[in-house]
């Protein structure tokens, strides 16, 4: 029999393990290729070359491009080049700029023109600083073909040459007269140029007298030599100097040209509305009513477009500018930058103190002046009453400024000024004016007289420190107290 499974074992019995069969592990056949590491630089590697390869690509497709551009470019300029050789007037030869499309690519032709006067390059008219120059030898055209997309934005096609005229322009015997007229934005067409004998063997031109070109220009030929008075106008337009139809003197040579250089645009409008001191009411008015602007070309006192001696307003045409500040009265003379009168203006007067108090001047408004449009500006000015002390009635009265009291500190006004209000006044009646700031005298007159009026005639609206001095000086002192 066999012992039963569940029988004791024996004591010297070993209890026998299971046996487990194990082999070596071999790797399999894919763990042999790239890792991800190298499969990474190699796709870098790839982009390179293939960047490398579109990089040359587009770089031989660029140059190519922008050799056809070139070549078409090159006979573009050419082209123009003929065109100004076969151009009738070489006066009429001017700055130009064509578009024309080929291929359809647009192609830009810049052409530029200047004169040489045979000691220099004049520009556009040859017009020189000096005033005089020598003959015009011959014209420089320059030519320069842009297209869209350049390589290079400064390397367009050029091309240059010279023109002569067919036939002296100078005549040995007599000259000619260069005038260029420009703004802001370059030359300006279409003014009328004048010029006329002011002595010195001058004659009257007989040469027709074109208006400026495109470039600003026009030339007066076959001029005697002599000195000429040269002048442009154009309706709604002023020089800096708002001058509406400003001269100069040029003298001419024979065989010589001369030159005139104007600055000119077209002028802006400027309301003026007074503004006295105090609640003086019935005012008169100076006419025409002195009134200066002051701006980057200096002190200037245009005339009035409109004005009246009973309104309170006038309407300027002046220069465009950023800014003017506007004074009442004459601050200059017009024919320099300099001020001529400084009473006139308020922000010139020094503070001073009287008692405790502290008096000081104002800037004037600032306006600008834009072409085309109007622009408003209240501007302060004095007031005083008057009464006709005399024995005869008058039919207008007389201001004069003169020199403020040495005894006071104010500007000076080293070129007087004389304002007329016209509107008769009975001999004991009042009459309420406006006045710029400074020292005045004031005089009743008519047909056959003229007389000064007392201090006791005089009743100022404007200001603490205003009053009379020496008898018959009004001062208008636009000081005010500083709070």
Same mark, same amino acid.
């Given at each position: 029999?066999?012992?039963?499974r569940n029988?004791?074992q024996s004591p010297?019995?070993k209890?026998?393990?299971p046996?487990?069969?194990t082999r070596?592990v071999?790797?399999?056949?894919?763990d042999?290729?790239m890792?991800?590491?190298?499969?990474?630089v190699a796709m870098?590697?790839?982009?390179?070359v293939?960047?490398?390869?579109?990089y040359?690509?587009?770089?031989?497709?660029t140059?190519?491009?922008?050799?056809r551009?070139?070549?078409?470019?090159?006979?573009l300029a050419?082209?123009e080049?003929?065109r100004?050789?076969?151009?009738?007037?070489?006066?009429?030869?001017?700055?130009?700029?064509?578009?024309e499309?080929?291929?359809?690519?647009?192609?830009t032709i810049?052409r530029?023109?200047?004169?040489?006067?045979g000691t220099?390059?004049?520009?556009a008219?040859a017009a020189?600083?000096?005033?005089v120059g020598?003959?015009l030898?011959?014209?420089?055209?320059?030519?320069?073909?842009?297209?869209p997309n350049m #390589?290079?934005?400064?390397?367009?096609?050029r091309?240059?040459?010279?023109?002569?005229?067919?036939s002296?322009?100078n005549?040995?015997?007599?000259?000619?007269?260069l005038?260029?007229?420009?703004?802001?934005?370059?030359?300006v067409?279409?003014?009328?140029?004048?010029?006329?004998?002011?002595?010195d063997?001058?004659?009257t031109l007989?040469?027709?007298?074109a208006p400026?070109d495109?470039?600003g220009c +026009?030339?007066?030929?076959?001029?005697?030599p002599g000195?000429y008075?040269?002048?442009?106008s154009?309706?709604?337009?002023?020089n800096?100097?708002?001058i509406?139809?400003? #001269?100069?003197l040029?003298?001419?040579?024979?065989?010589?040209?001369?030159?005139?250089r104007? #600055?000119?645009?077209?002028s802006?409008?400027?309301k003026? +509305?007074?503004?006295?001191d105090?609640?003086?009411?019935g005012?008169?008015?100076?006419?025409?009513p002195?009134t200066?602007?002051?701006? +980057?070309?200096?002190?200037?006192?245009p005339?009035a477009a409109?004005?009246?001696?009973?309104s309170?307003?006038?309407?300027?045409?002046?220069?465009?500018?950023?800014g003017?500040s506007i004074?009442?009265?004459?601050?200059?003379n017009?024919?320099?930058?300099?001020?001529?009168?400084?009473?006139?203006n308020p922000?010139?007067?020094?503070?001073?103190?009287?008692?405790?108090?502290?008096?000081?001047?104002?800037e004037?408004?600032?306006?600008?002046s834009?072409p085309?449009?109007?622009?408003n500006?209240?501007?302060p000015?004095a007031?005083?009453?008057? +009464?006709?002390?005399t024995?005869?009635?008058?039919?207008?009265i007389?201001?004069?400024?003169?020199e403020?009291?040495?005894?006071?500190?104010?500007?000076?006004?080293a070129e007087?000024?004389?304002? #007329?209000f016209?509107?008769?006044i009975?001999?004991?009646a009042?009459a309420?004016?406006?006045?710029?700031?400074?020292a005045?005298?004031?005089?009743?007159?008519?047909?056959?007289?003229?007389q000064?009026?007392p201090?006791?005639?005089?009743?100022?609206?404007?200001?603490?420190l205003?009053g009379?001095?020496?008898?018959?000086?009004l001062?208008?002192?636009p000081?005010r107290?500083v709070?």
């Open positions: 029999m066999h012992p039963s029988s004791p010297n019995s209890e026998v393990s046996v487990r069969h070596a071999e790797p399999f056949d894919g042999t290729g890792t991800l590491i190298e499969l990474v870098m590697v790839f982009s390179l293939t960047l490398s390869v579109a040359s690509s587009i770089a031989i497709m140059a190519t491009r922008d050799a551009h070139r070549q078409v470019a090159t006979n050419a082209q080049i003929d100004a050789r076969s151009a009738g007037k070489i006066l009429d030869l001017l700055n130009d700029t064509e578009v499309t080929v291929n359809g690519t647009t192609y810049n530029r023109t200047s004169w040489f006067n220099q390059d004049g520009g008219c020189t600083d000096s005033g020598g003959a030898q011959y014209k420089q055209i320059n030519v320069l073909v842009t297209w #390589t290079d934005p400064d390397s367009g096609v091309a240059d040459t010279l023109l002569a005229p067919e002296k322009i005549d040995p015997k007599l000259g000619t007269i005038v260029q007229v420009t703004n802001t934005n370059g030359g067409s279409g003014i009328d140029v004048d010029a006329t004998a002011e002595g063997g001058a004659k007989t040469e027709p007298k400026t495109a470039e +026009t030339y007066l030929l076959r001029v005697t000195k008075k040269v002048q442009i154009e309706s709604g337009y002023v800096e100097k708002n509406p139809k400003p #001269t100069q040029v003298p001419v040579v024979a065989g010589g040209t001369s030159s005139a104007f #600055t000119f645009d077209k802006g409008s400027v003026v +509305t007074f503004k006295p105090g609640s003086a009411s005012l008169r008015f100076p006419k025409p002195p200066s602007f002051v701006g +980057t070309y200096g002190i200037t006192a005339e409109s004005s009246s001696s009973t309170d307003s006038a309407t300027y045409k002046v220069f465009p500018s950023g003017y004074v009442a009265g004459y601050h200059g017009g024919t320099s930058d300099e001020s001529t009168c400084d009473s006139v922000s010139l007067w020094e503070a001073v103190t009287v008692g405790e108090k502290i008096y000081e001047g104002f004037s408004p600032v306006v600008p834009v085309g449009s109007t622009s500006v209240d501007v000015t007031a005083v009453t008057v +009464t006709n002390s024995t005869f009635a008058g039919t207008k007389v201001a004069k400024s003169v403020p009291p040495s005894a006071t500190p104010t500007p000076s006004c007087p000024m004389t304002l #007329t016209d509107g008769a009975a001999k004991g009042s309420n004016l406006a006045l710029p700031y400074g005045w005298t004031i005089a009743i007159v008519n047909s056959s007289s003229n000064k009026l201090t006791s005639s005089f009743s100022a609206w404007t200001g603490e205003s009379v001095h020496g008898g018959d000086v001062l208008l002192d000081r107290v709070e």
